[in-house]
């Protein structure tokens, strides 16, 4: 891992400033080309963080971040991390193609372009990609039907794509559970939300990344209980039926608190009506 190149994208927060700070502390001469919309947001890390702004829900902004790499790194990328991405948390039963696609692009669409582009870069050379794929990718939860959905999406192209990648690229993907970032703002549009049980730590979860790389781990789980829950959920079911119970009533508390706040907007435009006239 020492003397590297890598591109850490999402890097301005959460699980992915976590992964840069991890990369940063081993202080092994590696250089990072830090990815995100506001790029102002990463901070100063000095020399070895090149932080660099771009929309990775865009073909545009994917090629662009390839181009600054190919400009840094004198055309090398040793690591890439595919970092990215946001939730929506809602209850799902509206007709908006264009909201649908938008965290497909971020979540699933990028990500995989990111896949070729990265593998015609090597052109034989080797490297690593790390998808930051999610518990969800493995288990859907109520409020989260098109999230998982583009999870879930990338859980089976890494499956399949494994089979088919040249020796050359090795791709590992990290499973978090629920961690607290900024996830759990932006989800909900702001409104608070609860998440599943259990929650980590972002800095918990940039180690355990880091570790899973060193040791060249093709699946990395940071949460230590996640595997044996997945396991005791398939043996005894009930516990699963529990759990989701417990989400659903997470949504339904979130449900209502959206209703409300929009019953508040109507009667704030219906007094405001009233007053005007
Ligand atoms: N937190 C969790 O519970 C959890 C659990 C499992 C998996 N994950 C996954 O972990 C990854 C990181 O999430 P996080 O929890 O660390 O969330 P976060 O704190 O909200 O960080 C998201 C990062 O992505 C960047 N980003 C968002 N939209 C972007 C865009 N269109 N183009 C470029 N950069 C963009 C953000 O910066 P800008 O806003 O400046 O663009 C930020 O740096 C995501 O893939 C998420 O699905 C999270």
Same mark, same amino acid.
């Given at each position: 891992?020492?003397?590297?190149?890598?591109?850490? *994208?999402?890097? %301005? $927060?959460?699980?992915?400033?976590?992964?840069?700070?991890?990369?940063?502390? &081993?202080?092994?001469? $590696?250089?990072?080309?830090?990815?995100?919309?506001?790029?102002?947001?990463?901070?100063? @890390?000095?020399?070895?963080?090149?932080?660099? %702004?771009? #929309?990775?829900? *865009?073909?545009?902004?994917?090629?662009?971040?390839? /181009?600054?790499?190919?400009?840094?790194?004198?055309?090398?990328? #040793?690591?890439?991390?595919?970092?990215?991405?946001? +939730?929506?948390?809602?209850?799902?039963?509206?007709?908006?193609?264009?909201?649908?696609?938008?965290?497909?692009?971020?979540?699933?669409?990028?990500?995989?372009? *990111?896949?070729?582009? @990265?593998?015609?870069?090597?052109?034989?050379?080797?490297?690593?990609?790390?998808? *930051?794929? %999610?518990?969800?990718?493995?288990?859907?939860?109520?409020?989260?039907?098109?999230? /998982? /959905?583009? &999870?879930?999406?990338?859980?089976?192209?890494?499956?399949?794509?494994?089979?088919?990648?040249?020796?050359?690229?090795?791709?590992?993907?990290?499973? +978090?559970? $629920?961690?607290?970032?900024?996830?759990?703002?932006?989800?909900?549009?702001?409104?608070?939300?609860? +998440? +599943?049980?259990?929650?980590?730590?972002?800095?918990?979860?940039?180690?355990?990344?880091?570790?899973?790389?060193?040791?060249?781990?093709?699946?990395? @789980?940071?949460?230590? !209980?996640?595997?044996? %829950?997945?396991?005791?959920?398939? !043996?005894?079911?009930?516990?699963?039926?529990?759990?989701?119970?417990?989400?659903?009533?997470?949504?339904?508390?979130?449900?209502?608190?959206?209703?409300?706040?929009?019953?508040?907007?109507?009667?704030?435009?219906?007094?405001?009506?009233?007053?005007?006239?």
């Amino acid at each position: 891992m020492s003397h590297k190149n890598i591109v850490v *994208t999402g890097a %301005s $927060s959460g699980i992915g400033k976590s992964i840069m700070e991890e990369l940063l502390a &081993k202080n092994d001469g $590696s250089r990072i080309l830090a990815a995100c919309r506001h790029a102002e947001k990463i901070g100063d @890390y000095g020399e070895r963080v090149v932080p660099f %702004s771009c #929309d990775l829900s *865009t073909k545009e902004g994917v090629d662009a971040l390839f /181009a600054k790499a190919e400009e840094v790194f004198d055309g090398q990328i #040793d690591l890439y991390f595919c970092n990215a991405g946001a +939730p929506y948390y809602e209850r799902f039963d509206y007709e908006d193609w264009d909201r649908i696609s938008r965290i497909f692009d971020l979540n699933t669409v990028a990500h995989i372009y *990111t896949y070729s582009k @990265y593998l015609h870069h090597l052109n034989g050379r080797p490297g690593r990609l790390v998808y *930051t794929i %999610s518990a969800m990718g493995e288990m859907a939860l109520p409020g989260y039907a098109l999230y /998982a /959905a583009t &999870k879930f999406a990338m859980k089976g192209f890494q499956q399949a794509i494994r089979d088919e990648t040249p020796e050359n690229l090795q791709i590992s993907c990290v499973y +978090p559970v $629920s961690t607290k970032t900024n996830f759990f703002n932006v989800g909900g549009g702001g409104r608070k939300m609860e +998440p +599943p049980f259990p929650v980590q730590a972002p800095e918990k979860v940039g180690k355990a990344v880091v570790k899973g790389i060193d040791k060249l781990k093709k699946h990395i @789980y940071p949460c230590p !209980v996640y595997l044996p %829950s997945k396991v005791l959920m398939n !043996v005894v079911p009930p516990v699963k039926s529990l759990y989701v119970y417990a989400q659903k009533g997470k949504l339904r508390r979130f449900v209502k608190r959206v209703e409300a706040e929009k019953r508040g907007v109507i009667e704030d435009i219906k007094l405001q009506h009233e007053i005007r006239k």
